[in-house]
Each structure stands twice: as structure tokens, then as C-alpha cells.
């Protein structure tokens, strides 16, 4: 198993190190033209986006933990059933959190 994790991350520091390179120079090239810098950083969501995404993911993943030990109680679901919970929930509140924030930046 060690040996596919070196040329994975071999892999992945050149894609770092090129992806920061060429933001760089787009970067640079913005600056010259006069425009601001913070050009990339406008779509960011701001700090209670961020709090409200995270919020969301976390009773999520509480919820999916409980709705599967509920299912394993009553016998409807095993054990590996927590992982599928868990990720549905999960992916239902990062898409209920991507229309919110849609919602209030319209």
C-alpha cells in the first residue's frame, strides 16, 4: 500500500507547486493592468456563509448518525449502513446550503 502513496504524492506537490506558479503569474498580470489583486477572491463566501455551511454539515452527519442507529436498532439496517447515512445527509445539506447562499446573494 506504501508504494502507490509516494508517487501520489509526488504527483500532487508538482500539481501544487505548477497551480500556484500560474496563479501567480495571473495574478501579476492583473496587477499590471491596473486591477486589484483580491479579482480571485470576490466569489468567496464570507464567514457566516462559511458558519452556516459547516453548521449545516455537522447536524447532518449528527442526524445520519442517528436515524442509522436507530435503523440498526430496529433491525432494518447493519452496521455498514451508518457510511450511507451519514454521506446522504451529508449531501443533502452542502445542496440545501449551495441554494441558500444562492438565495441570499440574489
Not at 486591477?35 to 468567496?44: H, I, T
Not at 436498532?73 to 447562499?101: D, N, P, R, T, V
Request: aromatic share 14%.
Amino acid at each position: 500500500m506504501e508504494d502507490i502513496f509516494v508517487p501520489l504524492s509526488m504527483f500532487g506537490m508538482v500539481l501544487g507547486i505548477v497551480y500556484l506558479s500560474i496563479r501567480k503569474k495571473e495574478r501579476m498580470a492583473l496587477l499590471q493592468k491596473g486591477l486589484e489583486g483580491d479579482y480571485f477572491d470576490k466569489n468567496k463566501p464570507t464567514k457566516k456563509a462559511l458558519n452556516l455551511k459547516y453548521g449545516l454539515l455537522s447536524l447532518a452527519v449528527g442526524a445520519g448518525i442517528l436515524i442509522a442507529r436507530i435503523f440498526e436498532y430496529y433491525g432494518c439496517m447493519h452496521q455498514e449502513g451508518y457510511f450511507a447515512m451519514i454521506f446522504l445527509l451529508g449531501g443533502i445539506s452542502l445542496i440545501l446550503y449551495y441554494f441558500l447562499e444562492k438565495k441570499l446573494k440574489d
